[in-house]
């Protein structure tokens, strides 16, 4: 299939490190995305990453790239209640300049 | 930063009634911008791709005559919902990547519709 998958929900203590997990089926893809969307908003563009880097680090986040499994994670670390938002992975296909495909999105929570 | 800004935030129409969308790239050039339609709870779903001087390209299963879309400059794009139906309301939002850097996709805030 086509379809980027990510688990649906996630519950972490403030303080952790929270780890959004994504799988992705084509190999061809070219960049990886993180949003984040906070209720009734857009998306925050987050961080994105280039199919032939395996990690990219910005400040609190990194993003960890297996292109062998297709699989990207999204590491927050210290993790704050402004980060309870949902975040989508989303993958930008060589042959589709600039269309995204997302993945359902995770729900983070973070608890005190 | 770049920016893309749509308008309204929030609309409300009668049943039969168009409405129309901005989405605007405020410091930056577009030639392209995209479309997404997404559903409470759900995922973004592609609707469309809106080229400058050019007709759109549209996804399989989205109606162009019903879903209008003008891209008349190279920072505005305008999405039409024409005879709107309640099964249209739904959370728009576009997306634009400056041409210079095509790597950064950057979204708007989004476009609520409520058709009643």
């Known amino acids: 299939g086509e379809d980027v998958e990510q688990s649906l929900f996630l519950s972490v203590r403030e303080g952790d490190s929270s780890v959004i997990n994504c799988t992705y089926t084509?190999?061809?893809?070219?960049?990886l995305y993180w949003y984040k969307q906070e209720p009734g908003a857009g998306l925050q563009l987050l961080t994105y990453?280039?199919?032939?880097?395996d990690m990219k680090q910005d400040q609190r986040l990194t993003v960890l790239l297996n292109k062998k499994d297709k699989h990207l994670s999204l590491r927050i670390a210290d993790t704050q209640t402004g980060d309870s938002a949902i975040y989508f992975c989303?993958?930008?296909?060589?042959?589709?300049?600039?269309?995204?495909?997302f993945g359902a999105g995770t729900q983070v929570v973070v608890t005190p | 930063g770049a920016v893309v800004s749509q308008h309204p935030s929030r609309v409300i129409c009668k049943s039969g009634t168009s409405v129309k969308i901005e989405c605007r790239s405020l410091?930056?050039?577009?030639?392209?911008m995209f479309w997404y339609r997404q559903f409470p709870k759900q995922s973004l779903m592609l609707m469309a791709t809106?080229?400058?001087?050019?007709?759109?390209?549209?996804e399989q299963g989205v109606e162009k005559d019903k879903f209008l879309i003008n891209h008349a400059s190279l920072t505005l794009s305008t999405l039409t919902v024409t005879s709107a139906h309640p099964e249209d309301s739904s959370f728009y939002i576009c997306?634009?990547?400056?041409?210079?850097?095509?790597?950064?996709?950057?979204f708007g805030e989004g476009s609520w519709l409520t058709v009643v």
């Open positions: 997306s634009a990547s400056p041409w210079n850097s095509g790597n950064t996709i950057y």
């Open positions: 084509d190999s061809s893809s070219t960049y």
């Open positions: 990453i280039f199919s032939n880097m």
């Open positions: 989303a993958e930008r296909r060589e042959k589709g300049w600039g269309k995204l495909q």
């Open positions: 410091d930056f050039q577009a030639t392209t």
């Open positions: 809106s080229n400058e001087g050019s007709k759109a390209t549209y």
